[in-house]
């Protein structure tokens, strides 16, 4: 079984498996955050990932999700259905 060694910020350094980690990337990056909860204290920990500590947490099968931290507003919507509705060909605007 694959073990990931990372540090609490109260207990020091834990071992994990892929399971107790998640990790938190960006949209169009290759870096982001992993998070997980130490098995000592329970405290949920984060911790940076640059791209080499996200491969290699893919790699051993850390489930990812991809975090925007500027959703689409209501404004954006409404702004969008607008150009739809006024445009006689939506599909014109994909070939271009």
């Not at 350094?13 to 998640?22: E, F, I, K, N, R």
């Not at 006689?88 to 271009?96: I, K, S, T």
């Given at each position: 079984m694959t073990t990931i060694k990372t540090t609490c910020s109260w207990c020091g350094?834990?071992?994990?498996?892929?399971?107790?980690?998640?990790l938190e990337l960006a949209p169009s990056q290759d870096e982001g955050n992993y998070r997980f909860v130490c098995p000592s204290c329970t405290t949920v920990q984060r911790r940076p990932a640059n791209a080499r500590?996200?491969?290699?947490?893919l790699a051993t099968?850390?489930?990812?999700?991809v975090i925007n931290p500027d959703p689409i507003t209501e404004d954006e919507i409404a702004a969008?259905?607008?150009?739809?509705?006024?445009e006689?060909?939506?599909?014109?605007?994909?070939?271009?």
């Open positions: 350094d834990v071992q994990l498996t892929p399971a107790d980690l998640a500590v996200v491969s290699v947490l099968g850390v489930s990812y999700e969008f259905a607008a150009a739809l509705a006024a006689p060909d939506p599909f014109r605007l994909l070939a271009g």
